[in-house]
């Protein structure tokens, strides 16, 4: 057993990978295109990986994370690792275009499901394994960065997810694949012998599943696992790392166990609670108490003091980030047009490990060694309690006489008799999410506006031009219910938040979502209010153009949250309903303009379900509040629509009952419409539109195919609550991708509509 690896006092869990400038996106978009090849995109990455590195390294780390890397996402690598990709991409030689395949589709493969890591806006690909699965291990990208950091005197940590993790997120055609736990056990006791022969002395094993309810033994598995792992007599010494919760009864289990490190997250969890665990005292305690999923600046004085009290029952204590960087901008350097007072309650990824240092500092020579920083964390910390900006009383009046009156619509049996009446669409009616490809003339126009290029008026002239182009396209498919496009949205929280009181939207401070996909989460920061109306103008429009009804697209309160760096100065569910008082003020606002379908989509329902059970009956009394909130300000015979995408929906089932929405349009391509037996389950009887087809890879699904999803639709849900959609919005694909899709779409919903004709239910 190896237990000579020195302990290490400072370390972030991982790292972004996509480039301060987004330059991996831009490289790996390009290799898919064809326009680079393999070599200059692994140069792209390579320069990365090393700048990455140095700069954690000369920042004070004396621990740094490697395998952190990925082209798409860490679990599909790990997949690779395991040799548990599935049989229908072998046929790919080579092994890069496999993992893409894997990830994305071709036009005849199928990719991996894709669904939220935990309770972030990060999605993973869900490995499949079934019994064809053979586990063999495929070292050569570990290898690799630990190599490649060597050479760079990288004081290197490889990271990989571990077996308890990968089996409990992964699927499986029949069985549990947490049964073949011992048989993967075994491929990584065989990693790491092979990492301890090329001089890795310390190994993360990332076990966050830990900190949920998924597993009814996750003490005796972890217990089992980690014994079996760390009695290996040959191997770098072990850290296994937990984040986004508390481990409860896990933690005296690991901590039997040899592991020289156990990572604990205490910005969601508590000090007291690890304090309480004797067994640790022969441990490495590697202490998550600067926030990695969060951009406020920590609170040095009061992570001082959990630090001290983890010193008194732990051997060691190290500092951490308590989860990956992964979820946070690279760096406040590249928001120049912050105000001072913002700037000082903020900080970014490499801000975050500025204070891991510190703290490491603290912790071993004393308080007086970091006076300084300690006391301008205490002003921010005063500034930020201080402004007026974070108190709105009319706000805070106007959500309480409501909250007061009810938040209430009409019988769901009414309104769908009063919108039947004035819709008149046939059944199954068509529609899509949406938004529209976001074209280059789109891009260019949204830079040139940026750049002083052009004046607001130019820019308003040709997104109305590209509303026009879709309408046309929509009108021309033959789908019922149109949209706008969105050709004006850079992103469907960002938009709002830019027109929002309470909220700052950065310029730079991108993060990834999902594979090339990366995303600006603006920040909200103080009581939230609408100035003036945000969409109206631009779904009016579109509505003068057809007479088919133009839907209004909202984006939901809770995605707002979910989808934002959310203030940590209030509870959620006070932010939530500031948030769905202005969405309801929007949707008064269009329905007054005549519009008579509107979207408030809540993609991200399932995202902010808390990991423990005993926590989410409250989450989801406040989420349905919300939308409720947000969406009974309309008449019975307007319809409203709502929007969920890529979770586990099982666990929220009841919730998207609650919120009532008139019509539930909700992605199943991927997951073979699994979600409509739950929906039955659980009593739903509004309207639904099952997703047909997969946005999020490029293959054109056939009518036949579209039909075959339709009919099994129709096995669960009657076609007079049946709509016909795709899983989500269009922004990400092509033009021609879109038109052959829908075009599919519309016809495979003529075949299936056979005989029925004239109205039908919303």
């Known amino acids: ?37 393999r070599g200059e995109l692994e140069a792209v990455a390579a320069g990365l990986r090393r700048e990455t590195w140095r700069a954690l390294t000369a920042a004070g780390l004396d621990s740094v994370p490697v395998n952190t890397f990925s082209y798409y996402d860490q679990v599909l690598d790990t997949a690779v690792l395991l040799g548990a990709l599935p049989s229908r991409v072998a046929v790919i030689p080579d092994e890069l275009d496999r993992y893409f395949a894997a990830a994305r589709g071709t036009d005849v493969i199928a990719p991996l499901e894709m669904t939220k890591w935990f309770d972030t806006n990060y999605h993973y690909l869900v490995p499949e394994i079934g019994p064809e699965i053979t586990f063999a291990l495929n070292p050569a990208k570990v290898l690799a960065e630990l190599e490649e950091a060597a050479a760079h005197n990288i004081p290197a940590r490889p990271v990989v997810i571990g077996p308890i993790t990968f089996l409990a997120l992964s699927k499986a055609g029949n069985g549990a694949p947490i049964d073949r736990l011992d048989e993967l056990v075994g491929v990584y006791a065989e990693l790491l012998e092979l990492l301890a022969d090329n001089g890795a002395q310390w190994v993360q094993l990332d076990e966050p599943v830990l900190v949920t309810d998924i597993l009814d033994n996750g003490a005796e598995l972890a217990e089992r696992t980690y014994a079996r792992l760390a009695g290996l007599a040959h191997r770098p010494a072990l850290f296994a790392a937990t984040y986004f919760g508390e481990l409860a009864d896990v933690l005296p289990a690991l901590a039997r166990t040899p592991v020289e490190a156990i990572g604990v997250d205490l910005v969601a969890g508590r000090a007291a609670a690890v304090a309480a665990v004797p067994e640790l005292a022969d441990k490495l305690v590697v202490a998550g108490v600067v926030d990695g999923r969060n951009v406020w600046r920590t609170d040095l004085e009061a992570a001082l003091g959990s630090l001290d009290a983890l010193s008194e029952c732990a051997g060691r204590v190290a500092v951490s980030t308590s989860c990956s960087t992964l979820h946070v901008p690279y760096s406040l350097g590249a928001e120049p047009q912050l105000d001072d007072a913002l700037r000082s309650w903020l900080a970014f990824g490499s801000e975050k490990v500025t204070e891991v240092v510190v703290l490491a500092r603290g912790l071993k020579d004393g308080p007086d060694a970091i006076a300084a920083e300690v006391a301008a964390s205490n002003g921010a910390i005063a500034s930020r309690k201080n402004d007026p900006r974070l108190d709105n009383g009319e706000i805070r009046a106007r959500i309480s006489s409501i909250r007061a009156s009810g938040a209430e619509r009409g019988p769901a049996d009414a309104r769908r008799a009063a919108q039947n009446d004035r819709l008149r669409l046939p059944s199954l009616p068509t529609t899509t999410i949406g938004s529209y490809p976001q074209t280059s003339a789109i891009r260019l126009a949204r830079a040139d506006l940026r750049a002083g290029r052009i004046d607001a008026a130019e820019y308003e002239r040709r997104m109305r031009a590209e509303i026009a182009d879709v309408i046309k396209l929509q009108e021309q498919l033959g789908l019922d219910v149109l949209v706008h496009g969105e050709p004006e949205r850079n992103d469907m929280v960002q938009y709002f938040a830019e027109q929002l009181d309470g909220f700052f939207a950065t310029q730079n401070g991108w993060v990834q979502s999902y594979g090339s ?109 919300a939308f409720r909130l947000a969406t009974s300000g309309v008449a019975d015979a307007t319809q409203i629509h709502t929007h969920l995408c890529y979770s586990e929906f099982g666990e929220v089932i009841g919730a998207i009952a609650d919120i009532d929405a008139d019509v539930t349009s909700i992605e199943a391509a991927r997951s073979h419409m699994e979600v409509l037996g739950d929906l039955n389950t659980a009593g739903f009887a509004n309207s639904v539109g099952p997703g047909v087809y997969d946005i999020h890879s490029p293959r054109i699904p056939g009518v036949d195919e579209i039909a075959s999803s339709l009919r099994e639709a129709l096995k669960a849900v009657p076609a007079e609550r049946l709509w016909v959609n795709p ?36």
């Not at 996509?18 to 330059?23: A, Q």
């Not at 979910?562 to 948030?579: E, H, I, K, N």
Request: net charge negative; with cysteine; charged share 25%.
């Open 517 to 625: 996909r990366c995303v600006r989460p603006p920040i909200l920061y103080g009581d939230v209010a609408r100035p003036k109306p945000m969409t109206v103008v631009w779904i009016t429009y579109a509505q003068s153009l057809t007479d088919k009804p133009v839907k209004g697209m909202l984006t939901g309160p809770v995605t707002i949250l979910a989808w934002s760096f959310v203030r940590d100065d209030q509870p959620l569910a006070d932010t939530a309903a500031q948030v769905a008082l202005a969405i309801r003020d929007e949707t008064v606002d269009l329905q007054a303009a005549g519009i008579a379908i509107i979207q408030v989509d809540e993609p991200a329902l399932r995202e902010l379900l808390p990991l423990r059970s005993t926590d989410q009956g409250a989450y989801i009394e406040w989420a349905v509040e």
């Open 1 to 37: 057993m190896s237990t000579t690896a020195t302990p290490f006092t400072a370390a972030v869990l991982g790292s972004p990978r996509i480039g301060p400038n987004r330059e991996l996106k831009r490289a790996v978009e390009k290799y898919w295109a064809g326009r680079i090849d």
């Open 727 to 762: 899983d989500c919005g269009l922004k990400t694909r092509t033009t021609d991708e879109v038109t052959e899709s829908l075009k599919h779409l519309v016809a495979a919903a003529a075949e299936v509509r056979g005989s029925e004709s004239g109205p039908r239910s919303g």
